[in-house]
Structures are given as structure tokens and as C-alpha cells.
């Protein structure tokens, strides 16, 4: 799939289990701690939905879609691709998207 933009932003959103939340929350963590320390992710963003607490969305940015192919290969995102299915409700799902604001260059990686 072409993408027109440098920029590699996806959002992931996911249904956990209502039992399953801190589990899941833990190993999320774990691997989004580790996202941001690759040399080509911008950002890893989780969000909890206030209304329904059982319900996440991420926010991923990398510099390329490459970038996309290397977090996947790492060992944070194979731990984490190994227990959270069992944790969901239903499959996650994404959209991919192309940045529009700020310019590439106005993006930071999050202090860490």
C-alpha cells in the first residue's frame, strides 16, 4: 500500500475483557515503554476511554512504514502480540493515517 506522506500514524483501537483490564494494561505498557525507545517511533500513545473503561485506543507515529515493520519484530511486541488476544472482547482494529499538522518535523518523541 503507498503511502504519500514520510509519516507512519496508526490507531489502534481495542476491546478488553472487563476482568482483563490490568492485565492488559500491564503488558500495554510494557510494550509501549519500549516502542518509544526505537529509533524510529515517534510516539505510542494509550488512551482509556472515560465512559467505557474497557475500551483503548493507541496512537502510534513513526518516521516511515518501515519503522512500522521493525517495532513488529521486535520482543516487546511479540510478548505483547502473544497475550492480548486472549484478553480482547473482539480483534482490534486500525486505521492508517497521514499526517496533515504538524509538519513532520514538528513531531517529538513524549518525554521519557
Known amino acids: 500500500m503507498p503511502?504519500?506522506?514520510?509519516?507512519?500514524?496508526?490507531?489502534?483501537?481495542?476491546?478488553?475483557?472487563e476482568d482483563c483490564i490490568d492485565?492488559?494494561?500491564?503488558?500495554?505498557?510494557d510494550n509501549a515503554r519500549n516502542?518509544?525507545?526505537?529509533?524510529?517511533?515517534?510516539?505510542f500513545d494509550v488512551f482509556q476511554n472515560q465512559?467505557?473503561?474497557?475500551?483503548f485506543t493507541f496512537v502510534e507515529i513513526y518516521k516511515a512504514p518501515s519503522d512500522i515493520d521493525h517495532?513488529?519484530?521486535t520482543d516487546h511486541y511479540a510478548r505483547w502480540a502473544d497475550a492480548v488476544d486472549e484478553?480482547?472482547?473482539?480483534p482490534r482494529s486500525r486505521d492508517i493515517m497521514t499526517n496533515v499538522f504538524?509538519?513532520?518535523d514538528g513531531w517529538t518523541s513524549p518525554a521519557l
Open 23 to 29: 492485565r492488559f494494561k500491564e503488558i500495554t505498557l
Open 3 to 17: 503511502f504519500s506522506a514520510a509519516m507512519f500514524i496508526i490507531h489502534v483501537y481495542l476491546h478488553v475483557k
Open 87 to 90: 484478553l480482547l472482547v473482539e
Open 71 to 73: 517495532h513488529k519484530s
Open 51 to 55: 465512559d467505557d473503561p474497557s475500551r
Open 35 to 43: 516502542t518509544v525507545q526505537e529509533p524510529g517511533a515517534i510516539r
Open 102 to 104: 504538524p509538519e513532520d
